[in-house]
């Protein structure tokens, strides 16, 4: 009796069986390897400004004047306020912050559709410390090859001392990076006195193990898994680009078909795969565009400098706009077998063209949002006011037959003085107010005075006569004036009464 399974009915006599592919795969560790050239140098000024401004901007400090707290850039929980120098965000002015994100995710759009993944290969955080971890790995364990050997290599002494060397200057960075992100909450000098004294309390202490441990995990060891597998913006960049936008291409009308050095008919490509060894996610940019490609450019030094070697014209691997790759290939395939496909194949490209409806549109929204955003900054009012009417009970009918109900005013004074107001209440039948402990004076006009850069609370009560018309809703304003007669703040509400 056969015991060939129905599955296996087709496969040859003898044939071996096929090995189960697994549904996951082990990382293959990637070991970049060192590049100089033009990109790597703009990579590098552009590592040393973030990580400059990440580091140093807690320690600014601005004069506010006495009490105010003296950090240039603050994000100040307990008092609910968010300092950025000059500018000076209160909870109910969050959507300032909403149109800084607007704009930031706006303005991403825009880098994107002009020059491809920019963000991505030059100033995202994980870019910038993967970056900064790698440089120091290298400075400790060797460049590529000595890395691949090293860890191919047995435990050894020196072995355990560069990777344990490696691993406390990661731990280093990460601590720096994890202390600075809570001094963006918390007073710089007072708080990182406090962690070093044991004397800070628990969250900032939590706080400060989570930002350390999450860059030393993600910088130190995930690396290209975060741009490949976490981060979402690989997903939904390509929508963002066009045949215009520039990336890092790979000329394939020039550099195929490939083959050793000097051998007749071949691209410029001498399959070297230094633009392998550099990338810093392990992919071959000449398998064309792909998810993994950061944008970062190292690709283009490395060929360059091989170019150089070989005596051949740079630009095998350069950023490029999708349209001039097909003009080129278009123009390379159009010269007759022999012919120097060089010249054809450059001529055939065109500037770049950066004024398209895509990024019109962009910058326009840009633009829109930034002038709504500037409008709303400049008109920003320095008092508001806000009513609350109490709703238990809504309203209460007193001994002579008149109708009370009761506010609760809250001034906000964004000033560093103390001011006097002038309070008064705008109905379209007569009302009588009365402000607990506030100054009449004249009639229903009460002098109330608000603290500086803080909040203060009144009590009102409002109260119709038995004499007036009866209405089972009123609407009423409260207005504040200041020293010179000038509205400062008003607020609308409404009085409520029995039903006639």
Not at 373 to 392: H, I, K, N, Q, Y
Not at 413 to 425: A, F, S
């Amino acid at each position: 009796m056969s015991t060939i399974q129905p599955k296996d009915r087709l496969r040859p006599a003898g044939a071996p069986t096929p090995a189960v592919q697994p549904l996951y795969a082990d990382r293959q560790k990637v070991y970049p390897k060192a590049v100089a050239g033009p990109v790597r140098r703009a990579k590098w000024v552009v590592l040393a400004l973030c990580l400059a401004a990440y580091y140093i901007v807690p320690w600014l400090r601005w004069d506010r004047g006495p009490g105010a707290a003296d950090q240039a850039v603050l994000v100040d929980i307990a008092n609910g306020r968010l300092f950025f120098f000059f500018i000076e965000i209160w909870p109910q002015e969050v959507y300032f912050l909403t149109g800084l994100l607007v704009l930031g995710a706006i303005g991403l759009f825009v880098a994107t559709s002009l020059f491809g993944r920019v963000w991505c290969g030059f100033a995202c955080p994980q870019t910038v410390w993967t970056d900064l971890f790698m440089w120091v790995e290298r400075q400790i364990q060797g460049d590529r090859n000595e890395r691949m050997r090293l860890d191919k290599a047995p435990w050894s002494p020196s072995k355990i001392r560069k990777k344990v060397l490696t691993h406390a200057a990661w731990l280093l960075i990460a601590a720096a990076t994890g202390g600075a992100w809570i001094m963006y909450f918390n007073d710089a000098p007072t708080v990182t006195w406090e962690v070093l004294t044991g004397r800070a309390s628990l969250e900032v202490y939590f706080f400060f193990a989570l930002f350390s441990g999450t860059t030393y995990l993600l910088a130190g060891w995930a690396r290209e898994q975060v741009c490949t597998y976490m981060c979402p913006w690989p997903r939904f960049q390509a929508a963002m680009l066009d045949e215009n936008s520039l990336v890092v291409t790979y000329r394939e009308w020039r550099g195929e078909p490939r083959g050793k050095w000097k051998e007749e008919g071949i691209g410029d490509c001498v399959d070297c795969r230094a633009c392998v060894n550099v990338c810093p996610t392990g992919i071959d940019i000449r398998d064309g565009q792909q998810l993994e490609c950061i944008g970062c450019g190292l690709c283009i030094d490395a060929c360059d400098d091989i170019m150089t070697r070989l005596e051949r014209p740079k630009g095998l691997v350069a950023f490029e706009t999708l349209a001039n790759l097909a003009a080129s290939t278009a123009a390379a395939k159009a010269v007759p077998p022999g012919a120097p496909r060089l010249a054809a194949g450059m001529a055939a490209r065109r500037v770049p063209r950066f004024i398209r409806p895509r990024t019109v549109l962009y910058a326009a929204l840009l633009g829109a949002v930034a002038a709504v955003m500037l409008g709303a900054f400049l008109l920003r009012e320095a008092v508001t006011l806000s009513v609350l009417r109490d709703r238990a009970p809504l309203f209460v009918t007193l001994s002579d037959g008149s109708i009370r109900n009761g506010y609760t005013l809250k001034i906000a004074n964004k000033g560093r003085e103390v001011t006097t107001l002038v309070l008064e209440i705008v109905a379209p039948q007569a009302l009588h107010m009365q402000v607990q402990e506030g100054q009449v004076m004249d009639g229903n006009r009460f002098a109330v005075t608000t603290r500086p850069d803080g909040i203060t609370q009144w009590r009102v009560l409002v109260t119709q006569p038995d004499s007036s018309p009866r209405h089972e809703s009123i609407d009423i304003t409260f207005r504040l004036h200041d020293s010179d007669g000038r509205i400062a703040a008003s607020a609308h509400s409404v009085f409520l009464g029995p039903k006639p």
